[in-house]
């Protein structure tokens, strides 16, 4: 009996994760649309039309994270992963070139503390993933 409470209990705590995982990347997508000038300063030159890019961006974080709530929710995780991995892309370009965020540059902690996070969101997902 007590194996199927931990059972239960991880689950629990697996759905718990995946809803503050939602809410995290709902409120981050919506950020692009409060603050389009903070994220049009760290879109890479690169990159045409950053506002609309980064707009885009912001839509697909809150809609990749409702599809983990549905049917879709393997796939949406796949998706996300990928997601992730290419927004770390602009997080690097900011790095190497030393490039601010809004008015602040970050330090070589600060940055690694961001691919820190990044790598602990990429493994949430992947939890989500597998237990989906």
Known sequence: MEQGNRKIEKLDLIKLTTYLYIIFFIYAGINHFRHPNFY?????????????THLLVGI???????????????TAAIFMIVFIIILYLGNLHVWINKLPYGNNYFTNSQHTFRLFLQIVLIYITYIIYKHG
Request: proline share 14%; net charge positive.
């Open 40 to 52: 049009d300063s760290i879109v890479p030159t690169f990159i045409p039309f950053p506002r609309y």
């Open 60 to 74: 697909l974080e809150v809609i990749i994270p409702i599809l983990l709530l549905t049917k879709y929710r393997s």
